[in-house]
Nanobody, 128 residues
Framework: QVQLVESGGGLVQAGGSLRLSCAAS????????MGWFRQAPGTERRFVTT????????DYADSVQGRFAIFRDNAKNTVYLEMNSLKPEDTAVYYC?????????????????????WGQGTQVSVSS
């Protein structure tokens, strides 16, 4: 089991940057693939990015490719989402998610249903 706590959300102007953090509990963080999702009002939760348990593999939604970057520091039990060149359409509640992969250190996941653990979400608002 793992518990996730997000931080770093806030209000930023278009073109600005923001870094989100997701701190995980437990002793086996390096055995979890991680993902970031976002949900705007009236919409479903959508995939943003994912990273494998050891950080060697990543994937991004087309809408954020080249602007966002996912990182993890397993020594700190933390995964980060660095957001650059922010746009108003990036406004959403951002959620961190974890899925244990065991020996599958290379695995990544894009579907919300593939994750067993979720953070509480943090609001990101981008003004024009």
């Amino acid at each position: 089991q793992v518990q996730l706590v997000e931080s770093g959300g806030g209000l930023v102007q278009a073109g600005g940057s923001l870094r989100l953090s997701c701190a995980a509990s437990g002793r086996t963080f390096s055995s979890y693939a991680m993902g970031w999702f976002r949900q705007a009002p009236g919409t479903e939760r959508r995939f943003v990015t994912t990273i494998s348990a050891r950080g060697g593999y990543t994937d991004y939604a087309d809408s954020v490719q080249g602007r966002f970057a996912i990182f993890r520091d397993n020594a700190k039990n933390t995964v980060y989402l660095e957001m650059n060149s922010l746009k108003p359409e990036d406004t959403a509640v951002y959620y961190c998610a974890a899925e244990r992969v065991g020996f599958g250190y290379y695995r990544t996941f894009k579907n919300p249903s593939e994750y067993d653990y979720w953070g509480q979400g943090t609001q990101v608002s981008v003004s024009s």
